[in-house]
């Protein structure tokens, strides 16, 4: 494979062991990572549906089952009752996996392609941080349990709640119409093992902890760090840089080159101090860099090729303001 020539005309933007990328082939491998990001979405969009047919045609086949005779035991419908969760947790997993990757397609969409047609035709400041690290340490956009409650919403509680509607028909006619209510639940018991109350008890408690779920969805604020909507959060999406912010220092006799790398390589900020070897009594130079987590590999390489003899020190920075970083907060 040839390398990607840079020209004068071409700026390089990215290079490694050799290979080099001029703006234009950046855009395609850009270009190319967003219809790998769509499709992987895609393809895990297609599985919430997948699971849900799953939980329909069950529900189907054990209503069909259920009501084709009236000697037919009704704790078949609590096993589907199971069933349906079991394929509600499923579906959850699968649903937080698929906001992973719709999240990383909207942070290409709104500051990629979206600031090549809007003023100021670049893309807000920590997008590449954001997008870099959902890819270097992925983490779930929506928890598990969001992710549950957001789907039990949307389809499931209409499945649960059909479900639980026809154990409690078949219970009060099958085999003849009950009398009473104590008779109802005399008759959800399951063979000699578990008794009715039990039955009631537990399908009622599991009915309203699932109702609780939902409720949760409104009482418990949901992130609005710039996640999809979809996902219980804001509209839009912005790019949110890594939380992961450090302070590099570094003492080392060639400040200068140094200084300038950091500056044109990772576009951050440096600070030079003039310090002094307590243990050698040797002049030293002190330089101060605010960074994000992404950066780090960046830093230590710049550092070791210009000074292989300097001192790194990397300290973990509770919270960075400035430019660059997160805004100053408006004066209260």
């Known amino acids: 494979m040839q390398n990607p020539t840079v020209t004068t005309d071409s700026p390089q933007v990215w290079c490694y062991e050799g290979y080099s990328l001029d703006p234009s082939h950046f855009v395609t491998a850009m270009v190319h990572y967003y219809r790998a990001e769509v499709t992987r979405a895609n393809v895990w969009r297609t599985r919430l549906d997948t699971t849900t047919n799953w939980a329909v045609v069950t529900t189907g086949a054990a209503l069909t089952f259920a009501f084709g005779d009236a000697n037919n035991p009704h704790f078949v419908l609590l096993l589907v009752q199971l069933l349906v969760l079991t394929f509600l947790l499923i579906e959850a997993?699968?649903?937080?996996?698929?906001?992973?990757?719709?999240?990383?397609?909207?942070?290409?969409?709104?500051?990629?392609?979206?600031?090549?047609?809007?003023?100021?035709?670049?893309?807000?400041?920590?997008?590449?941080?954001?997008?870099?690290?959902?890819?270097?340490?992925?983490?779930?956009?929506?928890?598990?349990?969001?992710a549950a409650a957001v789907r039990y919403r949307r389809n499931y509680v209409w499945l649960f709640t059909l479900v639980v509607i026809a154990w409690l028909l078949k219970l009060?006619?099958?085999?003849?119409?009950?009398?009473?209510?104590?008779?109802?639940?005399?008759?959800?018991?399951?063979?000699?093992?578990?008794?009715?109350?039990?039955?009631?008890?537990?399908?009622?408690?599991?009915?309203?902890?699932?109702?609780?779920?939902?409720?949760?969805l409104y009482l418990i604020p949901a992130p609005t760090d710039g996640r999809p909507k979809a996902f219980g959060a804001t509209p839009t999406i912005k790019a949110v840089a890594p939380e992961q912010?450090?302070?590099?220092?570094?003492?080392?006799?060639?400040?200068?080159?140094?200084?300038?790398?950091?500056?044109?390589?990772?576009?951050?900020?440096v600070t030079a101090?003039?310090?002094?070897?307590?243990?050698?009594?040797?002049?030293?130079?002190?330089?101060?860099?605010?960074?994000?987590?992404a950066q780090e590999a960046g830093l230590r390489a710049i550092v070791e090729e210009i000074d292989p003899d300097a001192f790194v020190i990397l300290v973990g920075a509770r919270?960075?303001?400035?430019?660059g970083f997160a805004p100053f907060e408006p004066p209260s």
């Open 93 to 146: 997993r699968r649903y937080s996996y698929y906001g992973l990757w719709y999240h990383r397609v909207r942070l290409i969409e709104t500051d990629f392609f979206a600031a090549m047609i809007s003023p100021p035709y670049q893309p807000a400041e920590g997008w590449g941080d954001a997008l870099s690290h959902t890819m270097r340490e992925p983490a779930f956009v929506t928890p598990r349990w969001r």
């Open 172 to 216: 009060s006619i099958h085999p003849v119409q009950v009398v009473g209510f104590r008779e109802l639940v005399a008759r959800a018991a399951i063979g000699p093992w578990i008794p009715g109350p039990w039955v009631v008890g537990t399908v009622a408690v599991i009915y309203v902890a699932l109702l609780g779920l939902i409720a949760a």
């Open 273 to 293: 101090l003039n310090g002094t070897g307590m243990y050698t009594g040797e002049a030293r130079d002190l330089l101060l860099c605010a960074l994000t987590l």
């Open 245 to 269: 912010e450090q302070l590099a220092l570094i003492v080392t006799g060639r400040k200068s080159e140094i200084a300038q790398r950091l500056i044109r390589d990772l576009h951050r900020g």
């Open 319 to 323: 919270d960075i303001r400035g430019r």
